[in-house]
């Protein structure tokens, strides 16, 4: 079941570091290991600022939300994932300690966790970046997992759910419990895995 976390704007994400981070997608050689830090409530758009000031790579995936108060206009970037900030390398909580937000780190234990993680990190960033409407999903879904061939999502992994006209596309974080589920506006060629 999703939230009302819509990200409607093909914007570019403001809380990755470095800005070019996903543009290899995942590594042939290996996959990146991500550490999933889990921050204080309402802290996650700061601890982005502070790893980025201290040249850790990171990425807090985002979603605009537009709100009206006052008769003024107000567009806000909001944690899609909220809480967590994923950033590269293997951390200890200690490396954080200088902030003081960060409640617990949840790291990958195998191999297999590792790669997952990379490919769910690397399908969420074209999600959010896709222009297609992204929202919170806190609920398993099995389904058919498939690899989208073409568009703004190419190379997206998830599963598949036939709703709406078009369907949806789950990009599920097994480690955390949560993910996302991508509104898909057009047809896409999808192939099964």
């Avoid at 999703?2 to 981070?21: S, Y």
């Avoid at 996903?22 to 889990?38: D, H, M, N």
Wanted: hydrophobic fraction near 40%; glycine fraction near 8%; charged fraction near 25%.
């Amino acid at each position: 079941m999703a939230t009302g976390n819509v990200c409607t704007t093909p914007d570019p994400q403001p809380f990755v570091f470095p800005p070019n981070l996903f543009e290899q997608g995942p590594q042939a050689s290996g996959a990146v290991f991500w550490s999933c830090l889990r921050a204080r409530p309402r802290w996650e758009k700061k601890l982005a600022a502070w790893l980025r000031v201290y040249g850790f790579c990171h990425f807090l995936p985002t979603y605009r939300k537009e709100s009206i108060s006052h008769r003024k206009r107000r567009v806000t970037d909001m944690p899609l994932l909220p809480g967590y900030v994923f950033v590269v390398g293997d951390h200890k909580k200690e490396s954080f300690k200088e902030i003081q937000s960060v409640a617990y780190i949840i790291k990958p234990n195998c191999d297999e966790e590792v790669r997952d993680l990379d490919l769910e990190l690397n399908s969420l960033w074209k999600a959010v970046n896709s222009g297609e409407t992204v929202r919170l999903r806190q609920h398993y879904h099995p389904g058919q997992r498939i690899v989208v061939r073409n568009g703004p999502l190419e190379g997206t992994i998830g599963v598949f759910l036939k709703e709406g006209s078009h369907g949806k596309l789950i990009i599920w974080m097994d480690l955390l419990g949560i993910g996302a589920e991508v509104e898909l506006s057009q047809a896409y060629e999808i192939e099964a895995l």
